[in-house]
């Protein structure tokens, strides 16, 4: 019979380091003791403040009061992502939680739309999309339970402090019995002859012996790297972003149910609303711009006084070779990092955790579960990093030479043949374990302007009025439909002001 895991040790906090705490600490229902050790004396990065859909199912999951959190984290709501300047200076697309008109006779919608640019009309993909609407509008709805049309069907994420997050979520797991220790580790030892890691030595002598070390510990890779010697797998071939200036202002206006994403010379900037502040970075290349530049860039642009210095992130974007090296699992920065794009580091410590969850070992630690995971999770990551690298290799900007660099870099063949059989017959390819759904696909050629040399042949059988009819039938029902939603700010007033 085998004998079960019951001694977790979790290195490092932050965001990565209560999600597991508190989601393990549900998983054991009292069964497991489980350690986080910390130390107050680190800061961490904290700059995931964006995230994507599923931190919801996440957060209600582990049983949290959703209004509490938004109180608690001084959150806002987000229906997206506006890029602007991406595909070229001055033109803005947005990037939404939700898919885009509703089929014809089983053929997909954008077909349809491809049929009517080929006839010349003037039609724009985010009129078909409700969640468009709302953050034009600067409006936000929660979704129906069971919508009554599936134009009606979108997501939303959050905006959140990161720093408060990770408070509330330390608050929840301690509640549930996780032990928390304020200490810097000064050994990592390790069994003779199976390498696996005993325990951690803290700096005043205690040892915390564990059976699953679950390695938070940032870029730094405390265990995973430093310890296991996992290794790591760089993309810099394709992803050129490199390093982050962040920095934080008062808030200026009301807060937009959306992040915005701003193109520069070498990079580009975030800027992410909450209740009472907003984030601001900029993320560029330390080949095509320094240190210097880029802070005056980012200081230059914002709105508002800020509240705190810049702060310098260096990164290599890529991924941890395994995130589950024998006794070991590493979540957050420790497993890796793409970049902010998109929002994305926040959601694979929640899916990595998923993983884990569901292979939990025995002390057994079987290979075949941990060489599972380790492919699900490298795949995934793939994904993300294909969709990531898709925004720069689109853009039509010509106007530096860190964007003709990003036009003309030859891109992972699984890339490739995504944007050949696009521009071929508009057919978004979806390979398993994708992140981004095919509507985020389509945003982004449509966003940046690749039309498809044809289009499915059976878009071609209904008659093209009708088609036009059936699609503003479509725009004006999503029309009337946003208008009806409360203004952001005011339904955050209403529902869920942080005090």
Not at 69 to 82: D, E, M, P, R, S
Not at 236 to 251: G, H, I, K, P
Not at 412 to 427: A, M, V
Request: hydrophobic fraction near 40%; proline fraction near 4%; aromatic fraction near 10%.
């Amino acid at each position: 019979m085998s004998t079960p895991v019951n001694k977790i040790v979790i290195v490092g906090g932050g965001t990565a380091g209560w999600m597991a705490a508190a989601s393990l600490a549900r998983y054991g229902k009292g069964q497991l003791a489980i350690t986080l050790i910390e130390s107050s004396q680190m800061g961490t990065v904290g700059v995931g403040e964006a995230t994507i859909p599923n931190i919801v199912d996440f957060n209600r999951n582990l049983g949290i009061d959703e209004i509490e959190f938004i109180k608690a984290t001084q959150a806002t709501f987000k229906l997206g992502i506006q890029f602007e300047h991406w595909r070229q200076p001055n033109h803005h697309f947005f990037h939404p939680f939700s898919d885009y008109g509703v089929k014809i006779d089983n053929v997909e919608f954008h077909q349809y739309l491809h049929r009517l640019i080929a006839a010349g009309d003037k039609v724009e993909l985010a009129d078909y999309s409700f969640s468009c609407a709302l953050a034009k509008g600067r409006r936000f709805a929660q979704p129906h339970p069971n919508p009554p049309t599936p134009l009606a069907d979108y997501s939303y994420a959050y905006h959140f402090d990161a720093g408060l997050y990770a408070n509330f979520l330390r608050d929840v797991a301690l509640e549930q019995g996780v032990t928390h220790i304020d200490a810097k580790i000064s050994q990592v030892s390790q069994h003779q002859g199976s390498g696996f890691i005993r325990s951690v030595t803290l700096d005043d002598g205690r040892q915390i012996d564990g059976e699953l070390f679950i390695d938070c510990s940032g870029f730094k890779g405390l265990l995973i790297e430093e310890t296991l010697k996992t290794g790591y797998e760089k993309w810099s071939e394709w992803l050129l972003c490199d390093t982050a200036m962040a920095v934080q202002t008062e808030r200026v206006g009301e807060p937009v149910p959306f992040t915005r994403t701003i193109a520069e010379r070498a990079g580009w900037q975030w800027r992410i609303p909450l209740q009472h502040r907003t984030g601001n970075g900029h993320i560029f290349s330390s080949q095509f711009e320094d240190v210097e530049q880029a802070q005056k860039t980012l200081l230059d642009s914002i709105e508002g006084k800020t509240v705190n210095t810049p702060r310098e992130i260096r990164f290599t974007p890529g991924r941890r070779k395994q995130i589950w090296n024998k006794n070991c699992f590493a979540l957050g920065l420790a497993s890796g990092f793409i970049e902010p794009l998109e929002s994305t580091s926040i959601s694979l410590i929640q899916t990595a955790i998923a993983k884990l969850l569901s292979f939990f070992p025995d002390q057994s630690f079987n290979p075949h579960d941990i060489a599972e995971v380790n492919r699900l999770h490298n795949l995934e990551v793939e994904r993300i990093r294909d969709f990531i690298i898709l925004h720069y290799k689109l853009s039509q900007r010509d106007d530096s030479a860190f964007w003709r660099h990003c036009r003309n870099m030859t891109v992972p063949d699984s890339l490739q043949h995504k944007i050949e059989l696009y521009q071929s017959r508009g057919h978004v390819v979806m390979y398993d374990h994708e992140s981004f759904e095919q509507a985020s696909w389509l945003t982004m050629y449509h966003g940046f302007g690749r039309k498809p040399v044809r289009f499915d042949p059976r878009a071609a059988v209904v008659d093209i009025n009708l088609v036009r009819q059936k699609l503003q039938q479509m725009r004006d029902s999503i029309n009337s439909a946003a208008t009806q939603a409360m203004p952001h700010q005011a339904f955050i007033q209403q529902h869920c002001p942080a005090s």
